[in-house]
């Protein structure tokens, strides 16, 4: 489908501190790493595949149509480069799905039967425990 190594080729990363506890070492490496995808200016996707990446990520993009992912789960800068390139691979691939065309279907007369015959059957049932009718 799309090539990685040159979508990968595409990213720019930028290192920084991570925020929260941690003590010294949070203080002094910079183990967080944020991933921007211009999504716009990338040569590796096509007009419609760019188009519907704009149209399913819409909520998680800036107004540059540029999507940022960051990721600081492990001390590691490396890991977490590699974590976030994960995430950006699979965010990818489920924003370029196509979804199937529903097709709309009728309720079967038999269904519709059962359900009315399980209706009358239950009116009878509840009208039986009524208190009887003196007059």
Known sequence: MLDE?????ELE???IRSSGAGGQHVNKV???????????ESAVLSQV???RLIQNLKSRLTQQQVL???CDDSRSQHANK????NRFMALLQEALKVQKKRKPTKIPKSVIKKRLKSKR????????RRKPNIE
């Open 30 to 40: 910079a183990s967080k790493v944020v991933l921007s995808f211009n999504i716009p």
């Open 121 to 128: 059957l239950r009116s009878d049932i509840k009208s039986t």
């Open 82 to 85: 590699k974590l976030v390139i």
């Open 5 to 9: 190594n040159q979508l990968i080729s």
């Open 68 to 70: 940022v992912l960051h």
């Open 49 to 51: 595949e760019k188009e």
């Open 13 to 15: 990363f930028k290192a």
